[in-house]
């Protein structure tokens, strides 16, 4: 399979950063409102917030790469079936996705880094703060955080009964394209 | 009739004149020589220190007499600083402080008793996340006098320990820290 995406279909880089985000988000999302309600003497109670940072970052690094990659390898054409309406769907519901993952995780940074420490990643490196002095800045990019997350899953979750609706509804390739299918 | 009312006067010109006496100082948080702390233990292990940046407050003194004697401090909640950006963020939301129902606390003092040579307990109410209680400051006056810029001041410590569950802060932080050291240490400023 190709690594860069062709004019029909996507290539191996772009369909392998789409599902490891698509896992991640559900995957924080999930680990941040279990980790909320830990026990103070709980083994998790500092083991979970480390790894939800430590994967947040990362998501952030990956997510930089991906907005390069895709100026680098542009998204295949459009599915000619899908008309002006689906399409403009289609921009806006991406463009809002992308603006929640990176809003959601800019604000997760800006709590841990309002007294200005650095965020460990996994104990390999540190992101350092670079914003300390918002007033009450950790309260307000909580609430940010919390109301960005669930904008991005209530998002995803549209994302996904999309592409189930252009699969089995319209019966067109977007699903399978993003699993590796070239239009034919 | 006659000697309620003798007594009532005698009373009033005694308050009047502790009035008279007692000086009125203002805590000097301009000039940052005051200080609202707490401590509570870590586990059993060790000392978790943390301060309001952010309170004001007066007080009237008499050396000579204490027990005429007045506080008042009023803390912004959310001011709360132990250093640790999520700590923080924690300890203002609703398992502990709740300062969004609740951006100010409160101790007004209701009677002083002296207890030696310089040291007094202050009783008063204080008000925390919304509830009131009596509570008692055992405080020292560390010294007063002149200071070199032509004013006059004087500096007293005091502390009170408190139940975090009597004033509805529930989180389970074990049994170590089931209550918080509450420690004002202030200087006024003679007005």
Known sequence: MRLRNSPNGYGLITIGM?????????????????????????????????????????LLGLMLLRVLWRLYSPAP???????RATRLATRFGHAA?????????????????????PIPVFGWFEVPALITSIPRQEDIAGLLHEYLAWALVILSGLHALAALKHHFIDRDATLVRMLGRERN | MLKKTIAALGLGTALLAGQALAADYVIDTKGQHAFVNFKISHLGYSWLYGTFRDFEGSFSFDAQQPESGKVKVTIDTASVDTNHAERDKHLRGDEFLNVDDHPTATFESTAIESTGENTADI???LTLNGITKPVV????LLGEGKDPWGGYRAGFEGSTTLRLDDFGITRDLGPAAESVELILSVEGVRQ
């Open chain 1, 77 to 83: 054409h459009v599915l000619p079936t899908h008309g």
């Open chain 2, 137 to 140: 400051i055992s405080a020292r």
């Open chain 1, 97 to 117: 996705l992308y603006l929640a993952l990176f809003g959601v995780m800019i604000a997760g940074y800006l709590i841990s880094t309002a007294e200005g420490r």
């Open chain 1, 18 to 58: 789409h599902w490891i985000v698509a896992v991640a988000v559900f995957g924080l999302f999930g680990l941040g409102l279990w980790m909320r309600g830990l026990d103070y003497y709980s083994p998790w109670y500092q083991t979970a917030p480390d790894i939800h940072k430590s994967v947040g970052l990362l």
């Open chain 2, 123 to 125: 009783t008063g109410n």
